[in-house]
């Protein structure tokens, strides 16, 4: 039950990877390396994520670089600290190459969206994410009958935590900032969202407090 008197938001906004998908965090990029590297295999493959410069995979959230690019400057950063690159996965029954990463649904967080489009919120996805992925994530979710709009960083030529990025999926999703809340895993994208006057919300890898908060901010009881 709800009641549009009962809700501080009229709008919610979701990343991607670690909020509607269980995977797809930082730390899953390093996961086939040995755990004495991984975090030093995070800090070649992403960078300093709050940055938004020139990495190679800022570079590629923006679509400036092909994925292709992106892997082959992090085989050089990767030689050059010393730390072997891990042979792909063997191919799948079909033959075909098996992919790095295959999203899955975050179900505490698929439910909440669920919840919040009955109760008649406006709903978007902001994602940081990668031309090559795309189809791939594509098929979690019936992502266009779920959300009213989905933003994918390559294709607008900027990524979180640019506040113009921010202010475009506002703009699109038609709800004021102080009335729209927005769920990241990464806290220097929380941090982005709070300043242009969003609420900030952090999703950790158990979701349970962050959907709790949502659900109160939306007067869903």
Excluded: C
Excluded at 126 to 135: A, G, I, K, P, S
Excluded at 202 to 207: E, F, K, N
């Amino acid at each position: 039950m709800t009641s549009a008197t009962s809700r501080s938001i009229d709008g919610v906004i979701f990343d991607l990877g670690g909020v509607l998908a269980a995977n797809g965090r930082h730390a899953d990029f390093a996961r086939r390396f040995p755990p004495e590297h991984a975090e030093q295999v995070i800090r070649i493959f992403v960078g300093d994520y709050g940055d938004d410069g020139d990495h190679p995979w800022h570079r590629l959230e923006r679509g400036e670089i092909t994925l292709d690019e992106n892997r082959r400057l992090n085989k050089i950063a990767l030689d050059a600290a010393g730390i072997a690159l891990p042979p792909p996965p063997p191919p799948g029954p079909d033959g075909k190459p098996t992919p790095m990463m295959v999203f899955t649904p975050n179900e505490p967080v698929v439910q909440l969206a669920r919840d919040l489009r009955a109760a008649g919120l406006r709903l978007g996805v902001l994602t940081n994410n990668v031309r090559e992925f795309r189809d791939g994530w594509r098929t979690m979710l019936p992502f266009d009958e779920m959300f009213d709009d989905v933003i994918d960083s390559h294709e607008v030529g900027m990524r979180k935590p640019n506040p113009a990025i921010y202010q475009l999926a506002l703009s699109r999703l038609g709800t004021a900032a102080g009335r729209t809340a927005f769920l990241d895993d990464a806290p220097t994208n929380v941090v982005a969202a709070d300043a242009v006057g969003m609420v900030g919300v952090q999703v950790d890898v158990d979701p349970a407090e962050a959907v709790a908060r949502v659900r109160r901010l939306a007067g869903l009881a």
